[in-house]
């Protein structure tokens, strides 16, 4: 079975322009979660979704950051437009049950130049 | 608020050395409790977990105790390898805060031949 999937891996991309994350959960996942970790810092919740829906999106930085899972399987997370304090290392888990084990993705590094 | 507080490292070891790596929590109700691994150029693995008081989660030779008396989930190997070398993470997951796992900051640990 595959596991969490995250695309790129890596993203280099100037001050104001505009990226977009892609993660696609383990099949039958309904829960799907972002965190990011900056330089320096720990690992920070940003959203929770249970299916299409946002269950928790307290953990979002600012309106630049825009989370979407259009219907209920994989999300992306757009960045618009990018700061530098947003570079770090994006994750993305699923677990098929709230409150379950998280499954994490191997992250995508993103670097705001 | 929820916070989670882990042993700053890095720890650095000889191999066949004992490792502990201590965590403790504070939150609302009665968490379950997490270890994350990073190992070199990889995500996050869950390493072990324990849902409830007194519970003690073990994998590849780590074991950890749920403390509820003294809120703590620290984390033990007897016999460290080369291999163990990573980043680990303490993480609470509290049903009360939205199901979302709080990290600690991580703890590297090297270890020697």
């Known amino acids: 079975e595959a596991g969490v999937t995250q695309f790129p891996s890596h993203s280099v991309i100037e001050k104001g322009q505009t990226v977009t994350l892609r993660c696609d959960p383990i099949?039958?996942?309904?829960?799907l979660y972002w965190y990011r970790r900056v330089m320096g810092k720990e690992i920070k919740f940003l959203l929770h979704?249970?299916?299409?829906?946002?269950?928790?999106e307290s953990g979002m930085p600012n309106n630049r950051f825009l989370a979407e899972r259009t219907g209920g399987t994989y999300s992306t997370l757009k960045v618009q437009p990018a700061e530098l304090e947003d570079s770090g290392v994006y994750f993305c888990?699923?677990?098929?049950?709230?409150?379950?084990?998280?499954?994490f993705g191997p992250g995508t590094r993103l670097t705001v130049l | 608020g929820n916070s989670v507080t882990q042993m700053e490292g890095p720890v650095t070891l000889s191999e066949e050395a004992f490792l502990t790596i201590n965590c403790t929590y504070t939150?609302?109700?009665?968490?379950?409790l997490f270890w994350y691994v990073q190992y070199p150029g990889e995500g996050l693995q869950l390493l072990l977990k324990?849902?409830?008081?007194?519970d003690k989660g073990s994998n590849k030779g780590f074991e950890a105790t749920y403390r509820k008396e003294t809120t703590s989930f620290h984390l033990e190997k007897g016999s460290v390898q080369v291999s163990d070398s990573a980043v680990y993470f303490c993480?609470?997951?509290?049903?009360?805060?939205?199901?979302?796992?709080?990290f600690g900051g991580g703890t590297r640990v090297l270890v020697k031949p």
């Open positions: 099949s039958g996942h309904d829960n």
């Open positions: 939150a609302t109700g009665y968490p379950s």
């Open positions: 888990a699923s677990s098929f049950e709230t409150g379950g084990e998280q499954f």
């Open positions: 993480a609470p997951l509290i049903k009360a805060a939205g199901n979302k796992l709080t």
């Open positions: 979704f249970v299916k299409e829906s946002k269950q928790d």
């Open positions: 324990a849902t409830k008081a007194d």
